[in-house]
């Protein structure tokens, strides 16, 4: 059994760029997802706030984790983070975490060039939502996969 200790305190202030994302997320939610607002959305659409996402996307929110090169901030998984950290404190409804981290980042990482101008793009544009997908056994768990393209 091995033990480690941490002399020093760790520091978990966030960086410039990050406190942009931050307080420009919690602005957005803030006033999109007010408590009216998320129980209006559970009870008439299928809980995800079409609205909102588009201000995700106006502000350039949505891409905020995302490679530069492929039309995002650059952030990586902190920019998805803070981001999301944001959406729960008003429990936004909206697929951030599920798209971003289970199907762009994916995407941006393991794509190929035209998957990525197929998917990406529209997706930071507003005009396709992606999603992963998972292959699983009878009892629900996953299976081993693997991405492929051709």
Same mark, same amino acid.
């Given at each position: 059994? %091995?033990t ?9 202030? &966030?960086?410039?760029? /990050?406190?942009i994302?931050?307080?420009?997320? %919690?602005?957005?939610f ?5 408590v009216d +607002?998320?129980r209006?959305?559970?009870n008439?659409?299928? @809980?995800?706030? +079409?609205?909102? !996402?588009? %201000?995700l996307?106006e502000? $350039?929110?949505? @891409?905020?984790a995302?490679?530069?090169? &492929? @039309? =995002? =901030?650059g952030l990586?998984m902190? $920019?998805?983070?803070? &981001?999301a950290?944001q959406q729960?404190?008003r429990v936004a409804p909206? +697929?951030?975490?599920?798209v ?6 994916p995407?941006?990482e393991? =794509?190929?060039?035209?998957q990525?101008t197929? !998917?990406?793009?529209? /997706?930071l544009e =507003? ?5 992963g997908? !998972?292959?699983?056994? @009878?009892n629900?768990?996953?299976k081993s996969?693997?991405?492929?393209s %051709?």
């Open positions: 059994m %091995s480690h200790t941490v002399t020093g305190a760790l520091d978990f202030t &966030l960086d410039e760029e /990050l406190a994302v931050r307080d420009l997320a %919690s602005e957005v803030a006033s999109r997802a007010d +607002r998320v209006l959305i559970e008439t659409q299928d @809980g995800h706030d +079409r609205d909102l !996402w588009a %201000s996307v502000t $350039g929110l949505l @891409g905020v995302l490679p530069e090169d &492929l @039309g =995002g =901030g990586g902190l $920019g998805l983070i803070t &981001l950290e729960g404190r909206v +697929r951030l975490v599920d971003v981290a289970g199907a762009a980042f995407l941006a393991a =794509g190929d060039a035209d990525k197929r !998917w990406l793009d529209p /997706l =507003g005009r396709h939502i992606v999603a997908a !998972w292959l699983t056994d @009878g629900g768990d996953r996969t693997r991405l492929n %051709s």
